[in-house]
């Protein structure tokens, strides 16, 4: 089955860092571009960053600039986002997308949650 | 950055029932936008793109209309697992690849 499946939320105080990990299985995660996404309480869906196939190019959205870090880990299948300096907007279901023309997403996982907060 | 803005917020409609949501963008994004759907606890799964494109083993009951700035998705008749959020989502500035605040359709 093709399926994303991601890890590593949990509940962490500004300023704190976490490791988001997204596994891939069904197909093979170094033939495509992979996205971040969030899903934002009351505020909709927010592209984070994307990665290209061999993890040498990455771009980011403005606000998590300096902060995130996107990689990849192709032998393992595995997409992966460093969240630190976290902030109390950074509170969101984060989803990992395939990502195959940068353009639209066709593959989604369920997402894991980051609850910022003191 | 384009701003999408999708309406209604939420929508009630009764199975068998069409459904039509729009997104509206700040500027013009061509042809370049896709639809989401998002059912409660499970992955986002891609409808449309290109405005009109049907996604692979997506039902006929769906279809999607538009360009430049005004679109439109089409339930043509609401089945009990079409109730949902959708989304739409511009590439035309792929730098820059924003999304809709969303609509819920709800019975």
């Known amino acids: 089955e093709v399926e994303l499946v991601e890890s590593g939320g949990g509940v962490v105080r500004p300023g704190g860092s976490l490791r988001l990990s997204c596994a891939a299985s069904?197909?093979?995660?170094?033939?495509?571009?992979m996205s971040w996404v969030r899903r934002v309480p009351g505020k909709g869906l927010e592209w984070v960053s994307n990665i290209n196939w061999s993890g040498d190019k990455t771009t980011y959205v403005d606000s998590v600039k300096g902060r995130f870090t996107i990689s990849r880990d192709n032998a393992k299948n595995t997409l992966y986002l460093q969240l630190n300096s976290l902030r109390a907007e950074d509170t969101a279901l984060y989803l990992c997308?395939?990502?195959?023309?940068?353009?639209?997403?066709?593959?989604w996982g369920r997402g894991t949650l980051v609850t910022v907060s003191s | 950055e384009i701003v999408m803005t999708q309406s209604p917020v939420s929508l009630s409609v009764s199975p068998g029932e069409r459904a039509t949501l729009s997104c509206r963008a700040s500027q013009t994004v061509n042809s370049n936008l896709a639809w989401y759907q998002q059912r409660p606890g499970q992955a986002p799964r891609l409808l449309i793109y290109?405005?009109?494109t049907t996604a692979t083993g997506i039902p006929a009951r769906f279809s999607g209309s538009g360009s430049g700035t005004e679109f439109n998705l089409t339930i043509s008749s609401l089945q009990s697992e079409d109730f949902a959020i959708y989304y739409c989502q511009q590439y035309n500035d792929w730098l820059r690849r924003t999304f809709g605040q969303g609509t819920k359709v709800e019975i």
């Open positions: 290109d405005a009109s």
């Open positions: 069904g197909f093979t995660l170094g033939d495509y571009y």
């Open positions: 997308a395939r990502d195959p023309r940068q353009w639209y997403f066709d593959l």
